[in-house]
Structures are given as structure tokens and as C-alpha cells.
């Protein structure tokens, strides 16, 4: 299997265009994605910048493990970008992908706690999925920064 920096960069891309939580509330849908939070109903895409940063007054607490996913996705994609051209140390990387995704675990319980709530952890599985096929066979060979 092909596991070179430009692979597992598409692969980290790919997992972060994806959302990273459903949440069916009834017949509506918000898709929480690493970027924003995609509502259906009506049609809205809100930038995770305009989420942490203008509504802060509005935040359910466990949303805020989101905003550190978001960080953790971020230095993840840096981290992979680098090792296209450099040197990526893939420990760090998939420290940070399986952060990323672990980070959904909050948000997850939090939605599904709530009547009439169902959230699904699709972006967790994709970006902890990357790290074991894409992140553990290279670190399992020993070549840790590549």
C-alpha cells in the first residue's frame, strides 16, 4: 500500500472536507463540519470562525470540544502539508488526527442527550480510520519522521 506524504495529505484533506458530525434534529439537518456548521433548514453556512468568535454568548458547553478538534485538524493538515515538501514527523500528525476526531466524542454525547436528538460520529470513524491505515503502518515500520 502506497502511504507517501502526498497520499496521506490528500487523505487528511479529504477528512476534513467531510462532516464530522450529522445531527437530525426531527427533519432537519446540521452538518458539523471542520470548517463550519451546515444547517438545512433554512440553507446556512456558518464559519467556525463566526461560531467561537461572534456567538460565544450562545455556546452549549459541550460544542466547545468542536473548536478543538478544529485546532487539532489544523495542525494535523500543516503537519501533513510540510511533509510533502520536508519532513513530516507522522507520530505528531496522527497524534493530532486521532485528537481530531476524538474531539467529536463531546459533541456527540452532548446532542444525543437532548429529546428528539440524533447525532453520528461520521468525521470521528474517517479521521481515526486515516490514522490506522494511512499513520500507524508507517510508524509501525519505524520511520517516524518521513
Known amino acids: 500500500m502506497d502511504h507517501s506524504p502526498r497520499r496521506r495529505l490528500v487523505a487528511v484533506v479529504v477528512a476534513g472536507l467531510i462532516p464530522w458530525t450529522a445531527v437530525l434534529v426531527g427533519t432537519e439537518l446540521?452538518?458539523?463540519?471542520?470548517?463550519?456548521?451546515?444547517?438545512?433548514?433554512?440553507?446556512?453556512?456558518?464559519?467556525?470562525?463566526?461560531y467561537f468568535?461572534?456567538?460565544?454568548?450562545?455556546?452549549?458547553?459541550f460544542i466547545e470540544s468542536w473548536g478543538s478538534g478544529v485546532l487539532l485538524y489544523v495542525f494535523a493538515l500543516t503537519s501533513?502539508?510540510?511533509?510533502?515538501?520536508?519532513?513530516?514527523?507522522?507520530?505528531?500528525?496522527?497524534?493530532?488526527l486521532a485528537g481530531a476526531g476524538l474531539s467529536q466524542i463531546p459533541v456527540i454525547l452532548g446532542f444525543n442527550r437532548r429529546l428528539n436528538y440524533v447525532a453520528v460520529p461520521v468525521g470521528s470513524i474517517v479521521l481515526l480510520a486515516v490514522v490506522w491505515w494511512y499513520y500507524l503502518p508507517v510508524i509501525r515500520r519505524g520511520s517516524a519522521t518521513r
Open 53 to 61: 468568535l461572534r456567538f460565544t454568548a450562545q455556546l452549549p458547553q
Open 80 to 96: 501533513a502539508a510540510v511533509g510533502v515538501r520536508w519532513r513530516e514527523d507522522v507520530r505528531l500528525t496522527a497524534l493530532a
Open 30 to 50: 446540521t452538518l458539523v463540519f471542520s470548517f463550519g456548521l451546515f444547517n438545512t433548514n433554512p440553507p446556512e453556512l456558518l464559519p467556525v470562525y463566526d
